[in-house]
T-cell receptor
Framework: RKEVEQDPGPFNVPEGATVAFNCTYS??????FFWYRQDCRKEPKLLMS???SGNEDGRFTAQLNRASQYISLLIRDSKLSDSATYLC???????????FGQGTTLQVKP | GAVVSQHPSWVICKSGTSVKIECRSL??????MFWYRQFPKQSLMLMAT?????????EQGVEKDKFLINHASLTLSTLTVTSAHPEDSSFYIC???????????FGSGTQLSVL
């Protein structure tokens, strides 16, 4: 079983749609959780950290459920520029060591 | 924000040659750097953790004699793919930590193609 599992997609949605991505992780001792965005052949860029209380940054909302070992990302009012691969990332400790999911590809169509 | 410079961005080499990739923190000291590899349509996989002045810690399944990591200074870590073969063709990317529990910054990655 992969340490971090995501549905690879692709998710094809029209502009303005709301889309949700889910992710599960296997290590219950994981400390930190993130969503990264990666464009083709580029480095991943931090989208947001994820907290148990849930957090929102503009059109993006992330949620963590430690009991279920489940992380989600909701994107509202999708823009064409949101097209990318979204990586669910878990850190087993408070270090820079990151465990990446396979990524979920989002294509926003006009 | 902090910048991590990674070079080269692209490299094409013949099978059997060695390739060196540099990861440099430009405006901060990175005591720890991480090296990842990403095959097409797959996740980034951690290869090794590089600590300044000490031997790198390799993840299970990563050959330390094939992927030589040197972190001789607080601003530079290098990954050398020795005797590269076509199956080593991949996207290699480094990241650097500004300090314990601090932010992490990624290099721009190196696409290696071995012919």
């Amino acid at each position: 079983r992969k340490e971090v599992e995501q549905d690879p997609g692709p998710f094809n949605v029209p502009e303005g749609a709301t889309v949700a991505f889910n992710c599960t992780y296997s290590n219950s001792a994981s400390q930190s959780f993130f969503w990264y965005r990666q464009d083709c052949r580029k480095e991943p860029k931090l989208l947001m950290s994820v907290y148990s209380s849930g957090n929102e940054d503009g059109r993006f909302t992330a949620q963590l459920n430690r009991a279920s070992q489940y992380i989600s990302l909701l994107i509202r009012d999708s823009k064409l520029s949101d097209s990318a691969t979204y990586l669910c990332v878990v850190s087993p400790s408070n270090t820079g060591k990151l465990i990446f999911g396979q990524g979920t590809t989002l294509q926003v169509k006009p | 924000g902090a910048v991590v410079s990674q070079h080269p961005s692209w490299v094409i080499c013949k099978s059997g040659t060695s390739v060196k990739i540099e990861c440099r923190s430009l405006d901060f000291q990175a005591t720890t750097m991480f090296w990842y590899r990403q095959f097409p349509k797959q996740s980034l996989m951690l290869m090794a953790t590089s600590n300044e002045g000490s031997k790198a810690t390799y993840e299970q399944g990563v050959e330390k004699d094939k992927f030589l990591i040197n972190h001789a200074s607080l601003t530079l870590s290098t990954l050398t793919v020795t005797s590269a073969h076509p199956e080593d063709s991949s996207f290699y990317i480094c990241s650097a930590e500004t300090g314990a529990n601090e932010k992490l910054f990624f290099g721009s990655g190196t696409q290696l193609s071995v012919l």
